[in-house]
Nanobody
Framework: QVHLVESGGGLVQAGGSLRLSCAAS????????MGWFRQAPGKEREFVAG?????????????YYADSVKGRFTISRDNAKNTVYLQMNSLKPEDTAVYYC????????????????WGQGTQVTVSS
């Protein structure tokens, strides 16, 4: 079992930055690929970013991004802290949504139904 808790959401002006955190319970965090998704009112949940499970000391985890956030968002993980982060820069009003982190015991995928565990979400609101 993996329990996920997101934090760091809030209200920010367009062009600003936020860093979301997702703290995971359990001893097998490093075995899971992690994803960030978001869902705006009236829209489907969409993939934002993903990071592969740790590949070992000498290899960095692979990262993946939706085209809409490439160059603005950065996903990272700290296995010692059982935490995954989403650094969001140059925020736009269209980034407004509830952001969720999720864990999958396999490779990163953009398909939400493939993920095994989800957090409760954190609201991000970007004002124009």
């Amino acid at each position: 079992q993996v329990h996920l808790v997101e934090s760091g959401g809030g209200l920010v002006q367009a062009g600003g930055s936020l860093r979301l955190s997702c703290a995971a319970s359990g001893r097998t965090f490093s075995s899971y690929a992690m994803g960030w998704f978001r869902q705006a009112p009236g829209k489907e949940r969409e993939f934002v970013a993903g990071i592969s499970r740790s590949a070992g000391i000498s290899r960095s985890a692979s990262t993946y991004y939706a085209d809409s956030v490439k160059g603005r968002f950065t996903i990272s993980r700290d296995n010692a802290k059982n935490t995954v982060y989403l650094q969001m820069n140059s925020l736009k009003p269209e980034d407004t949504a509830v952001y969720y982190c999720a864990a999958v015991f396999s490779a990163v995928t953009t398909e939400p139904n493939a993920y095994d565990y989800w957090g409760q979400g954190t609201q991000v609101t970007v004002s124009s």
